[in-house]
């Protein structure tokens, strides 16, 4: 082992260009800087000095005849892909202060059947270590460490009987499972976001009675006292399913990992102060909100939608940011009072909308539909003066010779023309 074997800046060990089978690190090394030793198929063991404290991803990837390394006491993170793919690494003793370890970390090592997991460990990532024997060992799939938190679940059953005394479920603990049934036993006092992730196939959630945190109603899972509503359970005979009035909040992955109902109706006693995240397209009817307002769950910021129907201000109208939804709740905030077409700032978005069709179409973000969509509900929303409608008018006529597709606006304006300001027939506009 020579000194050019290392690639040394200041206290970083860039790279190990040698070809040992034992390597000892340097003394004052402080750091492994990512890939330091990936791919490298001579190590067999690594000797890191105690001055290590950070260890770079994919540090020791792919080397695959890796057997032997030990970790530093002062080293907090085993982090992304450190060691996966070290084939015949069998076991690995972690430090005490050792406080996470990030995916992949020991993917596919599947020689690994030890690992000491200190007490005071607080993340392991779900696929921290996947396809290891050390994970397919533990008992009933259930992999539990630190202070009795539920960091991965590795069979594939469809009922799932959470343990006795786990105390928290980490973030993606069921990753891409599909149970069907899961009951949480009295123990568990906290649910992380995303722990059920990418689990479609849950049809209901049961609690133990005596748990204080959590319940379920109807098989959905909700806080104990019933007024956030946590994860939706995806029941089949569902067209539409209306939250119950007791709920206060809905967790915005409620229905994220599931396959949503139809329509979602969401009363006014929600406070929307997230959006909400689906698998797929919903109909969202806030109900009480002017006259049950509809819209697509498409649109990822709903929540700035809910706070301009409950507070309709030109504050809250500009946070809508998408023309599909701001343009419509403009239409219909000005159709309950058309005083807001001032107050509220309506005036401004619609000669925002007719200047960005007129001067930047090609820059548009909107797909020609939805713009073509957008005219079509501000002509039906008779909302037009006759200077407005005379820029629409006259973009369409000079748009039409290379985008066909606005053909379909002629009727519609030529018929709000004759409605607001007389006859105007079609040899006005076209060389027949």
């Avoid at 890191?48 to 993170?77: H, M, W, Y």
């Avoid at 084939?87 to 992949?104: A, R």
């Avoid at 196939?201 to 609690?207: C, G």
Wanted: proline share 5%.
């Amino acid at each position: 082992m020579k000194r050019q074997d290392f690639d040394i800046r200041g206290t970083t060990l860039v790279r190990y260009l040698g070809h040992d089978k034992t390597v000892i690190v340097p003394d004052g090394i402080t750091e492994l800087d990512t890939g330091a030793f990936r791919l490298n198929e001579h190590i067999v063991q690594v000797v890191l000095p105690d001055t290590v404290k950070f260890i770079g991803n994919r540090a020791f990837e792919e080397c695959k005849n890796l057997q032997s390394v030990n970790i530093p006491s002062k080293v907090t993170v085993i982090p992304h892909g450190t060691f996966s793919g070290c084939k015949k690494l069998k076991k690995i003793t972690l430090p005490e202060g050792l406080n996470e370890i990030w995916i992949h970390a020991f993917c596919g090592c599947e020689s690994l059947e030890t690992v000491n997991i200190p007490l005071n460990i607080t993340a392991i990532a779900s696929t921290a270590f996947s396809d290891t024997p050390f994970l397919e060992n533990q008992k009933d799939g259930f992999f539990i460490a630190g202070d009795d938190v539920l960091f991965a679940y590795s069979g594939n059953e469809k009922r799932i009987v959470i343990p006795h005394g786990v105390k928290k479920v980490f973030y993606s603990a069921f990753y891409e499972k599909e149970p069907e049934f899961i009951h949480i036993p009295e123990t568990v006092t906290e649910i992380t976001t995303s722990a059920f992730g990418d689990c479609h196939h849950i049809k209901e959630f049961s609690v133990d009675e005596n748990n204080p945190d959590y319940c379920s109603i109807d098989g959905c899972l909700y806080s104990k006292d019933g007024k956030t509503l946590l994860y939706y359970a995806n029941r089949e005979s569902d067209k539409s399913f209306r939250v119950p009035d007791f709920v206060e909040n809905i967790n915005d992955d409620a229905f994220r990992y599931t396959d949503p109902p139809e329509t979602i109706i969401i009363p006014k006693s929600v406070n929307m102060e997230y959006g909400l995240k689906l698998n797929s397209p919903s109909k969202i009817v806030f109900e009480g909100r002017l006259n049950d307002y509809t819209v697509s769950s498409e649109y990822p910021a709903l929540y700035c939608i809910v706070k301009c129907l409950d507070v309709p201000c030109r504050k809250n109208l500009e946070k809508i940011a998408d023309y599909r939804y701001s343009i419509p709740i403009a239409i219909t905030l000005f159709r309950e009072n058309p005083d807001n077409f001032e107050t509220l700032g309506i005036r401004r978005f619609l000669d925002s909308f007719i200047h960005k069709f007129r001067y930047e179409y090609h820059n548009f973000t909107l797909s020609s539909d939805s713009i073509i969509e957008i005219l079509l509900q501000i002509i039906n929303a008779e909302i037009l003066n006759e200077k407005r409608f005379n820029r629409i008018f006259e973009t369409v006529l000079e748009k039409m010779e290379t985008e066909n597709e606005l053909a379909v606006l002629i009727t519609p304006l030529l018929e709000y023309k004759n409605r607001h300001f007389g006859y105007g027939s079609p040899e006005e506009h076209f060389k027949l």
